[in-house]
């Protein structure tokens, strides 16, 4: 198993934000994190990529201890991530925004700027962007920039990828070319694990769910499993007992 999370807990004064949580990710897996807002799922985002420290619990990696270590010691470990919240450099061009994170993953950063470039080049191509990749980070739609966020994450080389919200904002279109990015991804042998409220798109693409709410696993599974389980509908449905 790639990843191992064990007994995660984490709360901000009398808020419990994880409770205790156990899961893990197979190599090679499209793990879906589903759950209603406020039941957990960016905080163990936040702690997997050394964001925010648990109060207690291991994170591992590869058998590598997370806990403890600073985001770009977990980044060059294999953690690479997207956020909600979109921060490009706006008025760098596609390719030197992925440039930047080309070479902090690059072990020889005496590599000539023109391999740097020509792989940048090839990762907008592989999300779907090679037609802007001259083009500024602010002049995107927000799908585009979406895919801009994939494409700088894997830039750092990772074994693990964490998507936050990949689908948020996508037309119909958008989605599908998302999907299929995805199916290509894990093709290639990348774990992902994938926060997503769209349901419907993300049972299309992941190999299992884990459901969270209010800081506690309730369900872990197949998608079709995982979305009919009762504790998720009420979850959901806000009729928890």
């Known amino acids: 198993m790639l990843l191992e999370i064990a007994g995660v ?37 936040n702690i997997i990529s050394g964001q925010v420290s648990p109060d207690g619990g291991s994170v591992r990696l590869d ?24 921060s490009p450099f706006p008025y760098l061009s596609l390719t030197e925004n992925v440039a930047v994170g080309l070479r902090f993953g690059d072990p020889d950063a005496r590599r000539a700027a023109r391999a740097v470039t020509a792989e940048a080049e090839c990762l907008l191509h592989f999300v779907g962007l090679g037609a802007k990749m001259l083009s500024p980070a602010f002049a995107l739609s927000l799908g585009e920039l979406k895919r801009l966020e994939v494409a700088m994450a894997l830039s750092t080389r990772p074994h693990l990828l ?80």
């Open 9 to 45: 807990r984490k709360a901000y004064g009398g808020l419990v934000a994880l409770g205790g949580v156990a899961l893990g990710a197979e190599r090679g897996e499209i793990l879906g994190l589903i759950g209603p807002n406020g039941s957990g799922k960016s905080t163990l985002f």
């Open 63 to 86: 058998g590598h201890e997370l806990v403890g270590l600073p985001p770009h010691a977990i980044c060059r470990l294999g953690v690479g991530r997207t956020f909600q919240l979109l």
């Open 162 to 241: 964490l998507l936050d919200e990949i689908l948020a904002g996508a037309s119909p279109a958008g989605i599908e070319q998302v999907l299929g990015l995805l199916r290509r991804l894990r093709d290639q042998g990348l774990t992902m694990l994938v926060i997503e409220h769209r349901l419907k798109a993300l049972a299309r693409v992941a190999d299992r769910m884990v459901a969270l709410d209010q800081g506690a696993v309730v369900a872990d599974g197949s998608p079709g499993d995982v979305v009919r389980a009762p504790a998720v509908v009420a979850a959901y449905m806000g009729e928890r007992k």
